[in-house]
């Protein structure tokens, strides 16, 4: 049986699998049923939702359409969650292929980096990377990703330390092959699939740690995010919760989606694993 096959057939697996499809559709065809401005005013102010067949779920306080914003929202939401995890794995990936197998003072001296690194919450982290630099989306995902590259690149060493004295590869070193291509080509491959279980985890982070970024107003300006919306209704939460409440439904089932499918990724691995 495929793994696509033992994924599906997990609750886990299913159910996240159809949020995270149904939510990149959606964010595909945002500039296609939203086109123009997100931001832009098209109504009165603090239209309640399901009251106007033209503006399903309102409008906010300067009169923007809700359901656009929630819509190019998600775009920015898999762009930060994707792009962090990315980026976060590559630099875990190569950090810890290179102490594991290098080992003594290079092990060392890249395991007390890390170490440093983990000392610090990635919120704080993030925050402080941000601010002093300024809000972008190329800057939040970096400041993410900065925050989350630690946990991969402790789990790469301890794989790679495992696999650095097996029988293929004491045959490519008495081959006379680079210790580079032994450690990328040949250990790397094997090591790989626990890191990526990470992947589902540094996703849902990165989505909560850019919403709350924005939130707090160090989000992009230029680009509508879930984080912003949610601090645009803040201000008029008594009189138009929905305007909070939606965004913040939207980033739940996310966050969820990524997390049920992380599990359902986990699943079919042990499956197959335990499969004769």
Same mark, same amino acid.
């Given at each position: 049986m495929s793994f696509a096959l033992r994924l599906l057939r =997990?609750?886990? @697996?299913?159910?996240?699998?159809?949020? +995270?499809?149904l939510l990149a559709m959606t964010a595909l065809v945002a500039p296609l049923l939203f086109p123009g401005d997100p931001l832009a005013i098209v109504g009165e102010p603090l239209i309640a939702p399901f009251t106007d067949a033209a503006l399903p779920l309102g409008t906010d306080r300067l009169g923007r359409n809700v359901l656009a914003e929630l819509a190019h929202g998600a775009q920015a939401s898999l762009l930060v969650g994707m792009g962090a995890a990315a980026a976060a794995l590559v630099?875990?990936?190569?950090?810890?292929?290179?102490?594991?197998?290098?080992?003594?003072?290079?092990?060392?001296?890249?395991?007390?980096?890390?170490?440093?690194f983990q000392i610090v919450p990635n919120f704080l982290l993030a925050l402080a990377f941000v601010s002093t630099i300024g809000? =972008?989306?190329? /800057?939040?995902?970096? *400041?993410? *990703?900065?925050? !989350?590259?630690?946990? %991969? !690149?402790? $789990?790469?060493?301890?794989?790679? $330390? =495992?696999?650095?004295?097996?029988?293929?590869?004491?045959?490519?070193r008495a081959i006379g092959m680079h210790p580079l291509e032994i450690a990328f080509r040949q250990i +790397?491959? &094997?090591?790989?699939? %626990?890191?990526?279980?990470?992947?589902? /985890?540094?996703v849902a982070a990165a989505i909560?740690?850019?919403?709350?970024? =924005?939130? +707090?107003?160090?989000?992009?300006? &230029?680009?509508?995010?879930? @984080?912003?919306?949610?601090?645009?209704?803040? &201000?008029?939460l008594r009189s138009a919760a929905f305007l909070s409440v939606i965004p913040g439904i939207g980033l739940l089932v996310t966050v969820l989606g990524v997390y049920l499918l992380g599990e359902g990724i986990n699943r079919a691995m042990a499956t197959r694993r335990q499969a004769p």
């Open positions: =997990s609750f886990e @697996g299913a159910t996240g699998t159809i949020i +995270l499809v630099i875990g990936t190569v950090i810890g292929t290179i102490a594991g197998f290098a080992g003594g003072l290079v092990d060392e001296a890249l395991m007390r980096v890390t170490d440093a809000p =972008s989306m190329p /800057i939040v995902i970096l *400041a993410i *990703a900065l925050g !989350a590259w630690a946990d %991969p !690149a402790r $789990l790469m060493r301890a794989q790679v $330390l =495992s696999i650095r004295e097996r029988d293929y590869v004491q045959s490519a +790397l491959p &094997n090591a790989l699939p %626990p890191v990526l279980a990470l992947a589902a /985890i540094i909560l740690t850019e919403a709350a970024l =924005s939130f +707090l107003g160090l989000g992009d300006p &230029n680009i509508v995010t879930w @984080g912003s919306m949610i601090a645009e209704g803040r &201000n008029v």
